[in-house]
Structure formats: C-alpha cells, structure tokens
C-alpha cells in the first residue's frame, strides 16, 4: 500500500505568484512580469523586517486563502484517489483551516493536513515532516513524499530511506543534488512515475 504525503505551498499551491502579487502591491515593488525569486525567504527583494511585515499582511489578506492550484484537482484525484492522501504544509496551526477550506475549494481529495517542517511557530519547537508521517505511515506501507524545500526531502529520506521522495523544482532549490532524491521539473513525471511506486 502507498501512501502519499505532499508540502502544499509552491507544490501543488501558488504560493509564490499570490505572495508575490500582494507584497508588491503593499511595498510597492517594481518587479518585471513573470518574476521568480531565487530565494525561499524572498530575501532579494525584502529586508528582515519587511519580510515578517509582509508575511503578516499575506496570511491575513483574502489572496492566502484563495491560493491556484499547481496541478489540476482532477488529474491529482485520478492518480492519487486509490490512496491516503495528506499534506503536510509549514504554516502557523492557526492558518490550517483556511489552507483545508483552500486545498478543499481548488477540488483536491484528500484525508488530512498537519502542520510540519522546520520553521517554528508560537514560541513552540518545530515537528518536523519526518515526525508528522511516523506518526501516520503504517507497517509495511511504501511512502512518497513531495516538497519543493531541499531540507524537507532530506529530513524524510533519512528517517525513511525506501521512501519515494521527489523535490519539486524552483529556481531557489537549483543547487541541491542528492543521489536518491528525484527531481522534478513538472508535475507529470511524478504523476507518470507513480504507477511503479507502487
């Protein structure tokens, strides 16, 4: 049995078009159509304190909660529906039902959300991904697992070596090479794949 686990933001959300359209708006940004940061942190184009600042303002703006879906819903469910589906995204636990209700709305099935990653939240220690799917894999169940930041797929493959983990490709993740962990560079090769995974 397979069982799936995915990041959300800038895996199979917009995080980074919405994110990027809002801050520009509120900093008064002169970004040229169609830019991508090269860093996770949007640290080329935002101090320290405009970034908590701005962060601020996103996760309470209407744009947080109305994110666009990455992969189509119905292409996700139809390879995905035979299995446990979670996603496992790194956002303040306050935010979790507004990215539920979003992850719901774009169409995508699915069996939870939790919290995870390395950023901590609410002076509490960060859970990391690797904990939140030890505490949900079963014995004898082959697990993939999708994110776009190097440090998630790194945590998980090596607290779960036989796990299928793939790193989404953005221009911020570029440098990162691993011998087991794939790369991909469009949704496809992971749908494409899946059928061997299992």
């Not at 895996?11 to 996770?40: G, H, K, M």
């Not at 908590?52 to 529906?81: D, H, I, M």
């Not at 607290?159 to 989404?168: D, Q, S």
Request: hydrophobic share 40%.
């Amino acid at each position: 049995m397979l069982r799936c686990f995915f990041d959300v933001d800038g895996v199979v959300l917009d995080f980074e078009s919405s994110y990027l359209r809002v801050i520009s708006a509120y900093f008064q940004l002169d970004l040229p159509e169609n830019f991508q940061t090269t860093r996770w942190d949007f640290s080329e184009l935002l101090t320290e304190q405009q970034q908590l600042e701005g962060w601020e303002y996103f996760v309470n703006s209407n744009a947080f909660r109305e994110l666009e879906s990455l992969v189509p819903a119905p292409r996700f469910n139809e390879v995905f529906g035979a299995y446990p589906v979670h996603f496992v995204t790194n956002i303040p636990p306050e935010h979790m039902d507004a990215r539920r209700e979003n992850l719901s709305q774009v169409g995508y099935r699915f069996e939870s959300v939790h919290p995870g990653g390395f950023l901590s939240f609410n002076e509490q220690p960060p859970r990391t991904k690797s904990q939140v799917i030890a505490d949900l894999v079963q014995d004898g169940e082959q697990i993939l697992f999708v994110d776009d930041h190097p440090r998630n797929c790194v945590d998980v493959k090596e607290n779960f070596p036989e796990a299928w983990v793939w790193l989404m490709s953005r221009p911020f993740n570029q440098d990162f090479d691993h011998p087991t962990i794939q790369r991909a560079k469009h949704w496809e090769q992971v749908l494409q794949s899946l059928p061997t995974a299992s």
